[in-house]
């Protein structure tokens, strides 16, 4: 296997790991306003993802920083034609972290509310773009000879990628839900199980109508695989909350996450980026690469810090495991 398919495979890995840390993160910010009943029941929510939230966007930064480097042209051609929707997506992400930190600084009402509702749109924001963003990316866009995005953004909202953003929207919150039923106690738990039913049936039809549509347009039998074990873990996701068995939810709910984004990747590859206007524009692994030396060198260091982030983020978790609930919140 060459460095550059490598670092295609890499890069797959930490978009994986992001969509499944930030999606129940975002799950979390999403439901301040559909599970949460009083300001004390989002402060219980958000406590869940408070010591989490901040290491789960480092995957991102990650995922960015491996694309710029390992495949440059890959990067420039995403930022410059998706620019509006992921500078919105960067815009959401600075104010949601602000109002993670800001939201409990003064005690007045209004001052909190807003804060919330800051969370609550930062959160839903996001979790429809990202979803759109890979659609567009799997589905091809208007990439010409000179490997530039020469669409507009309106052909970034075609049925397809809409469809995407639904799916990660539900998948995201369905993921969340069953977060927050892993992590609290008492009343809040029992209604985010019940809210998790309802989630996981519309995610199952809005997921199985993308990953068919997606198979039909671009899948082979490796995509297939990947999309049986995605439903399949999806409905075991379900039937596990609907036992009242929260971790093996949550933990199902995270395989359907990495299957499907394995899938849209196992479609997308050997392109990193197709073209909607000529197969032969298409942005691949081989011509959008970095150097051999620079792959070379970027390997190295990716084997030396990785395990540290890993080990570091697994103890941040091991250490706030624990479940909370509205009593172990101050008045």
Known sequence: MELHDVWFVLIAVLWTGYFF???FDFG?????KLLARNRKERRVLINTIGPVWDGNEVWLLSAGGATFAAFPDWYATLFSGFYLPLLLILVCLIV??????????????NWQRNWENAIFWTSLIPAVLW????GNIVRGVKIDAQKEYVGTLGDLLNPYAILGGLVTLALFTFHGTVFAALKTVGDIRVRARKLALGLG???????????IWTQADNGDGKSLIALVVAVAALVAAIGAIAAGRE?????????????????LFLTLFPNVMPSSLNEAWSLTVTNASS??????IMTWC???ATPVVLLYQGWTYWVFRKRIGTQHIAE
């Open 28 to 32: 979390i910010g999403i439901l301040t």
């Open 247 to 263: 971790g093996w939810s949550f933990a199902l709910s995270g395989v359907t996450i990495v299957a499907a984004v394995a899938m």
């Open 201 to 211: 049936a519309v995610t199952a039809v809005l997921a199985l109508g993308f990953l």
């Open 291 to 296: 150097t051999p030396y620079t792959l070379k």
């Open 96 to 109: 949601r972290g602000v109002a993670f930190e800001y939201r409990a600084k003064r005690p007045e009402e």
């Open 21 to 23: 840390l930030e999606g």
């Open 131 to 134: 979803g759109v963003a890979f």
């Open 302 to 304: 990716a084997g030396i």
